[in-house]
């Protein structure tokens, strides 16, 4: 029988692994924040934010998905269904409202 603390590792990997997480999904944010900023600065609209903010976080899931790292790290990049209908999509739903003033 295996112990359950070896496999999830120790209090301080496992907050390791949390503040990783939270630090790429911080850096995320920014980095969409900072390339909608230089879409629209540059008045280039054949890639909407959204567009670029989705390809950023496909290229960081992508990259997560197949880096060698533990599984601890990857339990931050999981899809939460509450939170994607209730902060996610009602911009993407309202954003061609916005194209219409």
Do not use: C
């Amino acid at each position: 029988m295996k112990n359950s603390t070896a496999d999830k590792g120790s209090p301080g990997q496992e907050q390791q692994a949390a503040g990783v997480g939270i630090l790429l999904q911080i850096m995320m944010l920014v980095l969409s924040f900072v390339v909608g900023h230089v879409l629209r600065r540059h008045k280039f609209y054949y890639l909407p934010e959204a567009s670029a903010s989705l390809l950023i976080g496909l290229i960081v899931g992508g990259l997560a998905n197949i880096s060698d790292t533990e599984t601890s790290i990857r339990a931050w990049f999981n899809f939460h269904e509450e939170f994607f209908f209730l902060f996610l999509l009602p911009p993407i739903i309202l954003y061609p409202l916005h194209l219409f003033r």
